[in-house]
């Protein structure tokens, strides 16, 4: 984390925010990029850690790559990525940008991913292999089911080489605490909500009590969760079948795709 930013919402973000090549919705980093970056590489020439770790989504949202290669000059680089089945990563996001104030429907955003070709799971990953050659490129399946104890960030730790002692393990909070979800039976609700003429801060103060109120009413049930229809499943299958076996091919492995049997696993 960026320590100048460590009151804000996005310190973990400071990095790639600044790098965007377009502005983020709703972030903004109030100082220039060269400054952000400098800042990084002066701290990294004074660390004498074995290795350091930057991570933020946002690097994955339209990013100065050549810029960041630029910045990183002179430093050995490792690459993690975390693919995640299609289905499954199309309704995670779109929770989350209702979480921050998006008005699209679930159907609108489909209708993007399936334009904008993102339901190719590779297109994350060439502009950063093509952009830094020398680097060592880690891919890895995003299934909590896999992650020690379930967690991501036990995974990512050993990904690159630094495990945690077993004694260290209550140092990290737990996933759900690191980033609280929207409750399933809410999203629609937070979606209508965030068309009124309402400020981001009663957004999301309505979100916050919307999430203790789930806590604490379990069987909460306010409108039908955000899924996609059998017609979105069927369409993103034909989409993204040869894409998802190029990748298969390409760095050996086992999933997690939407294929046949995720199109049947279960009912819309």
Not at 186 to 198: G, K, S, Y
Request: charged share 25%.
């Amino acid at each position: 984390m960026d320590p100048h930013y460590l009151h804000t919402d996005f310190a973990n973000h400071t990095l790639a925010l600044s790098a965007r090549l377009e502005p983020h919705n709703y972030l903004q980093v109030p100082e220039d990029r060269d400054s952000v970056w400098c800042r990084l590489t002066d701290a990294l020439g004074a660390n004498t850690a074995r290795r350091t770790l930057i991570s933020s989504e946002v690097f994955m949202e339209g990013v100065d790559i050549p810029f960041i290669r630029d910045a990183l000059t002179g430093f050995q680089l490792s690459f993690v990525f975390y693919i995640r089945r299609q289905d499954h990563y199309i309704e995670s996001y779109y929770a989350e940008t209702v979480k921050y104030g998006n008005r699209w429907s679930l159907a609108e955003l489909f209708r993007e991913v399936i334009a904008s070709g993102q339901y190719d799971l590779a297109m994350q990953i060439d502009p950063w292999q093509a952009g830094f050659p020398d680097a060592e490129l880690i891919v890895r399946e995003y299934d909590r089911h896999i992650f020690p104890n379930g967690d991501i960030a036990q995974d990512l730790l050993n990904a690159v080489g630094v495990p945690l002692a077993t004694s260290d393990l209550h140092t990290l909070e737990s996933v759900s605490d690191r980033n609280p979800r929207l409750p399933d039976a809410c999203i629609e609700l937070v979606r209508r909500f965030n068309a009124l003429p309402v400020s981001d801060a009663e957004k999301q103060s309505f979100v916050q009590r919307l999430t203790v109120l789930q806590r604490s009413e379990p069987r909460l049930d306010l409108l039908p969760p955000a899924r996609l229809t059998s017609e979105m499943r069927e369409t993103l299958l034909r989409f993204s079948t040869e894409s998802n076996l190029a990748l298969v091919r390409r760095f050996g492995l086992n999933g997690p795709f939407f294929n046949e049997r995720a199109l049947l696993e279960r009912e819309i």
